[in-house]
């Protein structure tokens, strides 16, 4: 029977082929108490399976290859062996068997849903993910300790390519699936910024997530195809589908094709003028992807990433060695570094603060204001990396001027201290601010008067003005790019910017969304940033442009008034 499925797409392209399937392991977790004699040996069986996992770890970094996802699978297997040692997980487990004499594996489940619960309060969508990779690492604890560790995933049995379906997958199991050579991925569980996500996007293999059910509806050798732009399954297609998909199939493998000959080709309009295509990045290990596709520049350099899944802060030379790395490995390009942007109820050791509405709360530039020590020790630091290349100070979620004034008078005192101690940095660095809150993009022009640019955040300016959590399944249909009040406050940033000759930018998925590029064009804008492999599509885009034929009607699209008439222009204005 065919029949679709229908989950967020998370990497684009098309997949044909068939299904291979994963089931969750059962976890059966039973509760029982150990007599006082037994405590340290259940304590010492704790940590050989955290010894073992460790282990497990450590073979699949050793067996990393070079290849498009290199630093994608390290990064997540450093991040998950980081988690493993962390005393939240390891010390907190020991504890709860010594006072409470209950065997290593309640006591481990017990740990874990009380760290999973402190993840699910944190508003920023890619460190709640995080939550994930705190449950599966201690899933593989968990594993250990109840006597099957290191899961070698059987091969699939049918002859062909081969789709991945799963009920979610860590780094760790999309690594040990690798050999079978899946052309495909498709889980129940994940969101757009889930490790399945980034890493399905870095090897370039169309990928689906979100799926509820599909390991339930999907059988093993069912036929499938992937459409990863749309998030859409078919299951058992017909033969006259299948013929369609896979003529679209090989349209898209020539386009790609020829949008790898644009690497080295400037992007500028056919008017002739130039735009700039900068990447977002989470780690340093992400530059190889930049250079991959050509980006002239670190438009987002997403710092908060130094400050996860630890208990103690990183000092002012670890994130100045982080910040150097990637100055020195773009060789002049500008590298933008925002600073670091949490949430109040992201519980690092020192922190006690915590929010009944963390969207609302103490996060980003409020948090940094607020812990004047540690956002020194990072000015300091991103100040000392300045010398080593062209490097911008952003700071996000900027909501009124005093922000940019304490900020600011933060930066000078940090470049006092550095001058005491005779430590070189660049005297003119930049400082912008990102306009992802309402009140800064309708009181732009004094934020102009103080920051040398800015940087638009659409994904947080949509959810913002919308009033809609775009991560929530409820309301998720709420969240909507092609709203009129959205157009119009980024047109508004964008035009106010250029007449006080102030750069501006997008870092937001709009950046790197093709059927926004041609309208952002004609209201402005000539900076975009995004995620490195979405480099390519836009650029084609920007390169088939000619701005005066193409502002008129971006400037009509701004005046619509409702989603469909938007829809229908900005279909006109891309044809």
């Keep these: 029977m065919s029949f679709i499925l229908h989950g967020i797409g998370v990497s684009a392209g098309i997949a044909i082929g068939h299904a291979h399937l994963t089931a969750p392991a059962a976890l059966e977790v039973m509760h029982y108490l150990i007599p006082k004699s037994q405590v340290d040996k259940e304590i010492k069986r704790l940590d050989q399976a955290f010894s073992t996992v460790g282990t497990e770890f450590e073979a699949l970094q050793s067996s990393l290859t070079n290849g498009p996802a290199l630093a994608e699978f390290s990064a997540f297997l450093e991040l998950h062996h980081m988690i493993l040692d962390d005393p939240t997980l390891t010390d907190a487990t020991r504890n709860i068997i010594a006072q409470t004499h209950c065997n290593a594996e309640w006591a481990l489940a017990q740990q874990k849903e009380a760290l999973l619960a402190e993840f699910e309060a944190i ?108 998030g859409v399954i078919i299951v058992n297609p017909d033969k006259y589908v299948l013929d369609e998909y896979r003529l679209r199939q090989s349209q898209l493998e020539l386009e790609r094709q020829k949008l790898k000959r644009l690497k080295s080709i400037s992007a500028v309009t056919l008017d002739g003028t130039p735009i700039d295509l900068f990447a977002n990045i989470e780690l340093p290990g992400d530059l190889e992807q930049v250079k991959e596709h050509g980006a002239t520049g670190i438009g987002l350099f997403r710092s908060e990433f130094l400050f996860l899944n630890r208990d103690d802060l990183p000092d002012e030379d670890e994130q100045f060695e982080a910040y150097r790395a990637v100055a020195t490995r773009m060789r002049g390009k500008p590298v933008t570094i925002r600073t670091f942007d949490l949430g109040g109820d992201k519980k690092l050791k020192h922190m006690t603060q915590t929010a009944a509405n963390p969207a609302l709360g103490l996060r980003a530039i409020r948090l940094s204001l607020s812990e004047p020590q540690m956002f020194h020790i990072q000015l300091r630091a991103i100040l000392r990396a300045s010398k080593y290349g062209q490097i911008k100070i952003l700071i996000p979620m900027l909501s009124n001027v005093a922000e940019v004034d304490q900020t600011l008078h933060l930066i000078e005192y940090a470049k006092h201290t550095l001058q005491k101690d005779q430590l070189d940095f660049d005297e003119r660095i930049q400082v912008g601010g990102m306009i992802e809150i309402p009140a800064a993009a309708l009181s732009i022009e004094v934020f102009l008067q103080k920051l040398d640019f800015l940087s638009i955040g659409t994904n947080d300016l949509i959810q913002y003005t919308l009033a809609v959590d775009r991560v929530d399944d409820a309301v998720a249909h709420l969240y909507d790019p092609f709203h009129p009040a959205i157009l119009w406050l980024v047109s508004r940033v964008i035009q106010i910017s250029n007449r006080a000759k102030k750069p501006v930018s997008i870092c937001g998925e709009m950046a790197g969304d093709t059927q926004f590029t041609r309208l952002l064009l004609g209201i402005g804008l000539q900076q975009f940033s995004m995620y490195p492999a979405q480099i390519l599509a836009v650029k084609d885009q920007i390169l088939k442009s000619n701005l005066p034929d193409i502002i008129p009607l971006a400037h009509k699209i701004i005046r619509a008034d409702n989603q469909e008439k938007i829809r229908n222009l900005l279909a006109k204005l891309n044809g």
């Design 123 to 230: 508003d920023d969508t890619y460190l709640r993910e995080r939550k994930t990779d705190v449950e599966q690492v201690v899933d593989r604890v968990l594993k250990a300790l109840l006597g099957h560790p290191g899961y070698q995933p059987p091969a699939p049995k049918h002859l062909g390519d081969h789709i991945l379906v799963a009920y979610d997958l860590s780094p760790a199991d999309i690594m040990q699936y690798k050999p079978h050579q899946f052309v495909a991925f498709l889980t129940d569980m994940g969101s757009l910024t889930s490790h399945t996500a980034i890493v399905a996007r870095s090897l370039n293999i169309p990928s689906v997530v979100a799926l509820h059910h599909a390991h339930q509806l999907i059988l093993e050798g069912d036929s499938l195809i992937v459409d990863g732009g749309q």
